[in-house]
Structure formats: structure tokens, C-alpha cells
């Protein structure tokens, strides 16, 4: 059993609890517009995500308070927080996620594996305006259902993918956000190569690329932008950084090549 195989097999538990309480959700909650912001700068935008642990690095800041590091990501420029949701392999929330959404103006991203259109009523209520569905966690015709579902419901999808196959099935819906997740969800294993290479298969232009996971230093963020991504969504390096404001100076680049920027 892959990682993530044991991820959704432990989700489908959770929905079926969240289902027999029958819980009702308040979705009159606007969201916060995300995707604008983004193609409308000259920078490469930084969705800076609130990570405690996750099943490749054990513990990374366990101990962390969401409200206090999503005011910091705000204030030092992040376009939208990522709030891990997952508590089992991530150690995190649906109350850190609405903690920071009360907190923040910019738009909460649910990160989670989401197998249900009940876990996007849910984060939707928590306060999330954007949501990720994960390609290789779902199968094309459930992917579909839930973008729709969640569309109707004013949300942002950041549909992910890592493989070829995947892409192919997701660019049938010809969806506003593609995330390339630079990580194989099965191994762990980390190459941002699969940004270049992906990419290079996304065709509309008015289609928003992301690059996440793994984006550590200058130089990797200037291989994502070489290769078409507009953001980055990055976690460990902001988790890990002890001078918020150089890590993000490090960074942010310019979405246009610019002299000293090159390698
Ligand atoms: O910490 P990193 O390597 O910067 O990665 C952030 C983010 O991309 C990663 O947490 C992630 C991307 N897709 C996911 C799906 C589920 C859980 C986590 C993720």
C-alpha cells in the first residue's frame, strides 16, 4: 500500500463519520478572490503554507501557532495561505484553517485529500476560497464532479497533478488552476523537473500554472517561472526559516527574466 493509498483509505473513514453526523454547513461565506491577484502581478506570486509535519519529513514545526505564522506570511506578502487540514499524516486542522480565515484577507487554501463533495462544504464553511483536488487520488470521473461542485459553490480549484496521465485527464476540463506537484505523492520523491516538463503540456494560455513542493532556494524558483508557473506554493522552506523576511526577499522573483536573474 502506497503512502497515499493509506491516506484515502483513512479519509474515507472520516467522510463517512462526517456524513452519519449529518452536520449542516453555513455556505453563505464569500470567498476571497484568488486567481486574479495572481495574473495581475509582475511577481511570481508565494502561496505560503502552514505545515506542522507530514508522513516524508516527520515533524518539521509541530509545535507551531497558525494564526501568529499566517499573519507573518500576510504581512511579509503572501498572495494566499495554505492550511493543512489533514490531521492524521499532518498533524493539522479544520480549526487551524479557520483560525487563519479569520485572521487573514487573503484567500485560504484548503489543503487536503479530498474525496467527498462533504469536505468542501465543510471547508468552505471553515472559511477556505480556494480548494486542492488531487489528481492522483481520484478517478476522472469523481475529479470532475467535484471541480464542478465546487466551482458552483464559488470556490477556486487548484486541480494537482504529477504524471502525464493525470494532466490528460484534468485538461479535459480545461480547469482556471493547474498545481504541478514537483512531489510523487507515492515515493516522496521531489524533482522540479516535473514542472518543466508538465508545463510544457498546458496549452491555454489563460490557464494558471503553480509549481509545489520542493522549492527551496532562488534558482528554483526561477526554473519554476522559466518553465510558465505563475506561483509557487511553498511549505518546508517558510516552516523552517528563521528570517521570514530574507527567506521571502530570496524568493520572490519578477515574472519577467531580468538581467542579474540570470543563472
Ligand atoms: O513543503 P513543500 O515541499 O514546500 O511542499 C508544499 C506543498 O506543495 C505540499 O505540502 C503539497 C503539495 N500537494 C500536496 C497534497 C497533499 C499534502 C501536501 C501537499
Redesign the pocket.
Known amino acids: 500500500m502506497t503512502i497515499l493509498e493509506k ?1 484515502i483509505a483513512h479519509k474515507q473513514m472520516e467522510v463517512d463519520k462526517l456524513l452519519e453526523e449529518a452536520r449542516l454547513f453555513d455556505m453563505s461565506k464569500q470567498p476571497v478572490p484568488f486567481k486574479n491577484r495572481v495574473t495581475t502581478s509582475n511577481e511570481v506570486q508565494i502561496i505560503s ?1 502552514i ?1 506542522r509535519s ?1 508522513p516524508s ?1 516527520g515533524d ?1 514545526k509541530a509545535e507551531v501557532h497558525p494564526v501568529t505564522l499566517a499573519k507573518q506570511y500576510e504581512a511579509y506578502g503572501a498572495v494566499a495561505i ?1 492550511v ?1 487540514t ?1 490531521n492524521v ?2 498533524k493539522g486542522s479544520m480549526k487551524d484553517l479557520q483560525a487563519v480565515a479569520e485572521v487573514v484577507q487573503i484567500p485560504v487554501l484548503c ?3 479530498i474525496i467527498h463533495t462533504v469536505q468542501i462544504d465543510q471547508a468552505k464553511a471553515a472559511g477556505a476560497s480556494i480548494i ?1 483536488l ?1 489528481a492522483a487520488a481520484l478517478s476522472k470521473q469523481k475529479l470532475h464532479e467535484l471541480y464542478h461542485y465546487a466551482t458552483e459553490k464559488g470556490l477556486e480549484v487548484i486541480c ?1 497533478v504529477h504524471q502525464m496521465e493525470e494532466l490528460e485527464a484534468i485538461l479535459e476540463l480545461d480547469p482556471a488552476i493547474i ?1 504541478i ?3 510523487n ?1 507515492k515515493t516522496f520523491e ?1 524533482d522540479l523537473q516535473t514542472t518543466v516538463k508538465l508545463a510544457s503540456h498546458i496549452k491555454n494560455k489563460n490557464t494558471l500554472i503553480i509549481s ?5 532556494t532562488r534558482s528554483d524558483a526561477l526554473l519554476a517561472r522559466d518553465a510558465g508557473a505563475e506561483a509557487l ?7 523552517r526559516s528563521t528570517n521570514l523576511f530574507e527567506t521571502y526577499h530570496t524568493l520572490k522573483v519578477s515574472k519577467i527574466r531580468r538581467m542579474h536573474d540570470a543563472r
Not at 212 to 216: A, L, T
Open positions: 491516506i503554507e505545515k507530514s519529513k518539521i495554505s493543512l489533514d499524516f499532518f489543503k487536503d485529500f486542492l488531487i494537482e498545481g506537484n514537483n512531489r505523492l521531489v509545489e513542493s520542493g522549492i527551496i506554493l511553498i511549505g518546508e522552506t517558510l516552516m
